[in-house]
């Protein structure tokens, strides 16, 4: 009889009757009561110290504040009471709406007396957070089923906060009969209402079949929200899909998240009926087959932006022995020589690759614009010079790495899509490839092998960093902090030494975001070739008996770790002193002095645009985050200046690059507008003329062969001539 004492369940023993009954009844009473001495009684801090009642200051705090919820930890839970935690562990659906009965209670002693119009007590949610090893979604089993789970995952797609009934009231038809306030299981799960009416009128004919109907405003219901939930990439087996689960979140968890961002879901995994099938034929067969979802009852989320694979895991010991290793004196060279130890050579690649994986810092200025932190990089080349190998490595090394490949990505893809929900008929979004790396590195590969408007796409992204969307009512701007590390062949396959400027067909918007622009040419040199064959054969014979690492270098796993943690934890700026300096080498470059022209030896013919300003202070920073250093230094910017040395400005020394407009010099410009004048003075407008004499005419007044096939090129792109005839004949049209 120990149940008269609780408020809120009364029963009476009916003489012997039906006692199982009861002592369920007593039993969740009596649970219902050790919860409540739980959330009363739990305190943190001892006796000396002083000590606070968590739960009951923070119900009421909550409360008072129109805030109704509370957050338990399991941990406190289970130092309670063992047993009271392995409920809400093995049974979690009843057991956690007792706590919640329980948590209503306490809240109603905390806050009385309260305000009147204030009298009945609200509902409380109570969520849940355990410190507990996250499992995975893949490992969920039959076993789990309606047992408590912790999933980590990425939120992919949100639909809009929708209301459900908690309590429903229906009414008959015909005999206005109504039963009011049915309690409806929380979840996906529905209603089934009753078939029959029972009341019985004498003199009335009986009810028919499915008499009731629900009373929309006398229901009281709660906001729900679905969310779509991805396993994280890393945790994704090698060549498989990434699997998917459906969340239920309700009342106070909704709006918590949005699509892009990384969570750890406290949850019951639960079933539902399976939506009935279109035909009503041999399909509908499975009566007890249900498909699975998570009703969520807490989710954290993973801290903002980059580095969070490992933000919560760097115990003191570690980031004692990161800091000891990023203050080495040759932690740089270090750094760049653990990038891809297997690939042989290409120094200056491997210390741009680990600028680019550190990064610049982000700035965000006082009108509310921001400047990019990120550092991007293209490298152009000759089929077999490692470039897709060096992609690979970067995206296992980066915090978060997506590898796509140039054929077979779209501009949806890469960006943002949007799709129709299939049960409410709604638009959503789902974020892409840029989207989910955020704070990370995209690696493309293949870049010469897009589709022009697909290339397109990833402008906005690659220099605003941001991705805007309007498309079909949705109008949205989308975050993606990424940098971009492209590998691309030239036009001709190999690099053309003769055709100079014609090896590269991208646009100059697309080049000029690039803050470093490699051209890796597989050069015939007999020395060179010996040592990079003995590399290769090394590797091929030591393949697996090669484990530990050589000396100097820096372990995947703890190279990984330095990345994301000085990702976090630093954020540099140019000093005083290194700023000045590279404003007069700025000045320098751009001015063309005949000193700079002096020292390097030629006509520089590359435009410095301010891009290319910020390009080398982002590298320099980077050198700078590299060392945990607050400020770059002014050996940071030479390094950073010759860095850019070797990759754009060689680039575009080597004449690849000229034509992009800008690129050419000035007596170049003179040149073809010279060629240009006599042609158009060669034939009129409507005349024909063989190609091939042409070019025998031009070359015989000892103009170079490449600077008519350019004049050519464009004036057909301007639509002045036509080829003709197999392409033998030029005619003119305008």
């Keep these: 009889m120990s149940g008269f004492d609780d408020p809120g369940i009364y029963y009476s023993d009916s003489f012997g009757g039906d006692a199982s009954v009861d002592e369920g009844q007593v039993r969740k009473s009596q649970l219902q009561k050790r919860f409540k001495e739980f959330l009363r009684q739990y305190r943190v801090g001892t006796d000396r110290t002083g000590f606070t009642f968590k739960?009951?200051?923070?119900?009421?705090?909550?409360?008072?504040?129109?805030?109704?919820?509370?957050?338990?930890?399991?941990e406190d839970l289970a130092s309670f009471d063992e047993d009271l935690a392995d409920y809400l562990y093995k049974q979690p659906t009843e057991h956690l709406q007792l706590l919640e009965e329980a948590a209503k209670?306490?809240?109603?002693?905390?806050?009385?007396?309260?305000?009147?119009?204030?009298?009945?007590?609200?509902?409380?949610?109570?969520?849940?957070?355990?410190?507990?090893?996250?499992?995975?979604?893949?490992?969920?089993?039959?076993?789990?089923?309606?047992?408590?789970?912790?999933?980590?995952?990425?939120?992919?797609?949100?639909?809009?906060?929708?209301?459900?009934?908690?309590?429903?009231?229906?009414?008959?038809?015909?005999?206005?009969?109504?039963?009011?306030?049915?309690?409806?299981?929380?979840?996906?799960?529905?209603?089934?209402l009753p078939?029959?009416?029972?009341?019985?009128?004498?003199?009335?004919?009986?009810?028919?079949?499915?008499?009731?109907?629900?009373?929309?405003?006398?229901?009281?219901?709660?906001?729900?929200?679905?969310l779509k939930l991805q396993e994280s990439p890393d945790a994704v087996p090698h060549?498989?899909?990434?699997?998917?689960?459906?969340?239920?979140?309700d009342r106070y968890l909704c709006d918590k998240v949005v699509p892009g961002n990384r969570v750890t879901i406290m949850g019951i995994y639960s079933i539902k009926k399976s939506a009935q099938s279109k035909n009503k034929g041999?399909?509908?067969?499975?009566?007890?087959?249900?498909?699975?979802?998570?009703?969520?009852?807490?989710?954290?989320?993973?801290?903002?932006?980059?580095?969070?694979?490992?933000?919560?895991?760097?115990?003191?010991?570690?980031?004692?022995?990161?800091?000891?290793?990023?203050?080495?004196?040759n932690i740089y060279e270090t750094i760049a020589k653990s990038i891809a130890p297997s690939i042989y050579g290409s120094t200056d690649i491997k210390k741009a690759i680990a600028c680019l994986l550190f990064g610049g810092s982000r700035k965000r200025l006082p009108d509310g614009l921001t400047r990019r932190g990120d550092i991007n990089l293209l490298m152009l080349g000759d089929p077999g010079t490692a470039k897709s190998q060096l992609l690979k490595f970067v995206e296992k090394c980066s915090p978060i790495g997506v590898y796509t490949s140039g054929k077979g990505s779209s501009a949806a893809g890469l960006t943002a899509s949007v799709i129709r929900d299939p049960v409410s008929r709604n638009f959503f979004m789902e974020g892409g490839a840029m989207v989910l790396a955020d704070g990370g590195v995209v690696c493309i590969d293949e870049f010469d092998k897009m589709r022009e408007d697909d290339r397109v796409a990833i402008h906005e992204a690659m220099e605003q960093q941001t991705i805007s969307i309007a498309k079909a009512g949705i109008t949205t701007t989308l975050n993606s902090r990424c940098s971009v590390l492209a590998a691309a062949n030239s036009v001709f396959g190999r690099w053309d030494d003769t055709k100079g400027e014609e090896n590269i067909d991208f646009m100059p918007t697309i080049l000029s975001r690039f803050d470093m622009i490699f051209i890796v040419k597989d050069e015939h040199n007999e020395e060179r070739d010996m040592t990079l064959a003995k590399h290769v054969m090394a590797l091929h014979v030591s393949a697996l008996t090669q484990t530990q690492a050589v000396e100097g270098e820096i372990e995947l796993n703890k190279l990984k770790k330095l990345i994301s943690f000085c990702r976090t934890k630093c954020g540099p700026r140019l000093s005083a002193g290194a700023a000045e300096k590279l404003k007069n080498r700025y000045v320098l470059m751009r001015s063309g002095t005949r000193q700079h022209e002096q020292e390097s030896d030629r006509r520089s013919s590359i435009p410095i645009t301010v891009r290319q300003l910020e390009a080398i202070v982002r590298i320099a920073e980077s050198l700078a985050k590299m060392r945990l250093q607050p400020f770059a230094t002014e050996a940071d910017v030479e390094e950073a200046?010759?860095?850019?040395?070797?990759s754009t400005l060689d680039a575009a020394m080597s004449g690849s690059l000229s034509g992009a407009e800008g690129f050419t010099t000035q007596e170049d410009q003179e040149m073809l507008s010279r060629?240009?004048?006599?042609?158009?003075?060669?034939?009129?407008?409507?005349s024909q003329v063989s190609e091939h004499s042409i070019v025998q005419d031009f070359m015989r007044q000892k103009y170079p062969e490449h600077a008519i096939y350019k004049v050519l090129q464009l004036m057909m792109r301007r639509g002045e001539i036509q080829h003709r005839m197999q392409r033998k004949v030029l005619y003119r049209i305008k």
């Design 55 to 74: 739960y009951r200051d923070e119900l009421k705090r909550h409360y008072n504040l129109g805030q109704y919820w509370v957050e338990v930890e399991m």
């Design 675 to 686: 060629i240009e004048k006599q042609l158009k003075r060669r034939f009129a407008i409507g």
């Design 239 to 249: 060549g498989e899909m990434p699997r998917h689960l459906q969340l239920y979140c």
């Design 105 to 192: 209670e306490v809240a109603d002693e905390v806050t009385r007396p309260r305000p009147s119009g204030e009298e009945t007590p609200q509902d409380i949610q109570v969520m849940l957070r355990s410190d507990a090893n996250a499992a995975n979604i893949r490992s969920l089993k039959s076993d789990q089923m309606s047992h408590l789970v912790k999933i980590p995952g990425i939120v992919i797609a949100a639909t809009p906060v929708r209301a459900k009934a908690t309590r429903i009231t229906i009414q008959c038809r015909s005999c206005r009969n109504t039963i009011s306030s049915i309690a409806v299981r929380p979840g996906l799960e529905g209603y089934a």
């Design 282 to 329: 041999h399909y509908n067969v499975g009566v007890g087959i249900r498909s699975a979802y998570i009703r969520v009852v807490g989710i954290q989320v993973d801290t903002e932006g980059s580095g969070h694979s490992f933000s919560g895991s760097v115990t003191p010991q570690e980031e004692e022995e990161l800091r000891r290793l990023a203050a080495m004196p």
């Design 195 to 226: 078939r029959k009416c029972n009341t019985e009128q004498a003199g009335r004919p009986r009810c028919p079949l499915d008499p009731y109907f629900i009373m929309p405003d006398k229901c009281k219901c709660v906001d729900f929200q679905v």
């Design 641 to 646: 200046l010759r860095l850019f040395h070797v």
